[in-house]
């Protein structure tokens, strides 16, 4: 298994955010909830549209860990969704596919690599790339291991830090900064 990176400077993200914009709402709201919830794509893909319609809050039984979660839609999420599913019945899968079925994981792998492929991102991606990218940025603005050890379950820091790629990046930094 090979491990994907998260996306670190915010203007690819914003420039994926422009290209998503371009292709579809679901593409963009997909990417958006993925980088701003940490949630796994599993989880992301089994969303109904009654799980944010009219909602402040999304909750779920996580499919890997069987845990319960809930968190808030932020104010950048919250507009988007609400635009996204009126209209729409609650018991209906959030994502489609073209095909007006649920949207699957090699689908969505495909949207998120072929938009990072676009906007001329090197590193390794996949759809595992929004739920690190949520981890990375959130440890850069809060500093808070903690918290985020919380957020992803996992069971130490030390996990948490390798898990969003600040430990390699690290290593790299020290590696440049020390000069005989």
Do not use: W
């Not at 850069?140 to 291991?145: G, V």
């Amino acid at each position: 298994m090979t491990c994907v990176e998260p996306i670190r400077k915010i203007s690819q993200i914003r420039k994926i955010e422009k290209l998503l914009n371009l292709q579809s709402k679901r593409n963009l709201i997909l990417f958006t909830i993925g980088i701003n919830c940490g949630l796994r794509i599993s989880d992301i893909l089994s969303l109904n549209v009654g799980d944010v319609k009219n909602k402040n809050f999304i909750e779920i039984k996580e499919k890997k860990t069987g845990k319960f979660k809930k968190f808030p839609i932020n104010s950048k999420l919250k507009p988007m969704l609400d635009d996204f599913v009126k209209n729409r019945k609650n018991n209906e899968p959030l994502f489609l596919s073209i095909f007006n079925n649920r949207l699957e994981r090699i689908g969505a792998y495909y949207i998120i690599t072929d938009v990072c492929k676009k906007a001329g991102l090197e590193e390794k991606i996949g759809t595992h790339t929004m739920r690190k990218t949520f981890g990375y940025h959130h440890y850069k603005k809060f500093k808070d291991i903690a918290m985020l050890q919380k957020i992803f379950n996992h069971s130490t820091p030390q996990i948490t830090l390798r898990y969003i790629g600040i430990e390699q990046e690290e290593i790299y930094q020290s590696y440049s900064n020390f000069i005989l």
